[in-house]
């Protein structure tokens, strides 16, 4: 019984607490993010995202950095606003997982599009600095 109850205090001290608010540094890096997209402001995105950073899209194809970062060159392309509901986000120290539903919308060489997505980021703080490491965009279907 004292085995067991061992290790279940260890599981429970090992699981992370949901965060109210986040840590004033990656909260501000999370907006510059967002930002910097609806901006198109390249230099922003490429500081913010690693080097080994994966987008999972939400037709299930894969984006390196180069090619997330390519897409924001292209002319015909604007990113409109969102506001992410039912929002979670867990931090573990260097590590933070933010996830939500949003409506993203947006323009595509002059044609308008709009997909309900759920979508997950895995933040990681390396050098004392916040950065995003992995986003996935998985499409809700009703």
């Known amino acids: 019984m004292t085995m067991k109850l061992a ?3 260890l599981a429970l001290s090992a699981t992370p607490a949901l ?9 501000k890096a999370v907006k510059e993010y ?4 609806f901006r198109k402001d390249v230099p922003t995105l490429e500081r913010l995202v690693t080097e080994d950073f994966m ?14 970062l390519a897409d924001f060159h ?3 392309l604007k990113l409109h606003p ?3 509901e039912q929002r979670t986000q867990t931090v573990w120290g260097d590590a933070a997982v933010l996830a939500g539903l949003v409506r993203l919308s947006w323009t595509q060489d002059g044609k308008h599009q709009t997909r309900q997505l759920r ?3 895995v ?8 950065r995003i490491t992995y986003e996935q965009l998985t499409r809700v279907l009703k």
């Open 34 to 37: 967002e930002q910097a997209q």
């Open 82 to 84: 969102y506001a992410m």
């Open 119 to 121: 979508m997950s980021y």
């Open 55 to 68: 987008l999972v899209n939400s037709d299930s194809t894969l984006q390196s950095k180069q090619e997330f």
């Open 123 to 130: 933040w990681a703080r390396r050098n004392g600095r916040w």
């Open 19 to 27: 965060a109210d608010e986040l840590p004033p540094d990656l909260a």
């Open 7 to 9: 290790a279940v205090l």
């Open 74 to 76: 292209r002319p015909g």
